[in-house]
């Protein structure tokens, strides 16, 4: 099965452009604008694992800060929500054919 990759063309914003206000400072802003190439990445499905840059880097801050190196067989899921989250660490932790108790009524 392969992975929904939405064709770029069918996407309505061909570049974006906005001002915001600094979260420490009232008085600044600041200003982003984004290329069609860049909402054509930022706008597709991502990996289920999260943004491979940012797995990456972060793999990277834990073998500089901790000394772990990723081929020790750990691994690591980003999520952009709480129920991505919960169904990545509850898919970490039972495997298929387990029971688990849960409260009635239960959102899955």
């Not at 081929?71 to 932790?93: C, F, P």
Request: glycine residues 10%; contains cysteine; aromatic residues 10%.
């Amino acid at each position: 099965m392969l992975a929904g990759k939405p064709n770029p063309s069918t996407f309505p914003f061909t570049s974006l452009n906005f001002t915001a206000r600094s979260p420490s400072n009232e008085n600044s802003e600041a200003s982003l604008s984004l290329t069609e190439e860049e909402l054509a990445l930022g706008l597709q499905y991502d990996a289920t694992a999260g943004f491979e840059p940012l797995c990456d880097w972060i793999r990277g801050l834990q073998e500089y800060s901790h000394g772990r190196k990723s081929s020790e067989g750990w691994g690591l899921s980003i999520g952009s929500g709480s129920q991505d989250l919960l169904y990545k660490a509850v898919a970490a932790l039972v495997n298929p054919g387990d029971s688990v108790l849960v409260e009635s009524p239960v959102y899955a």
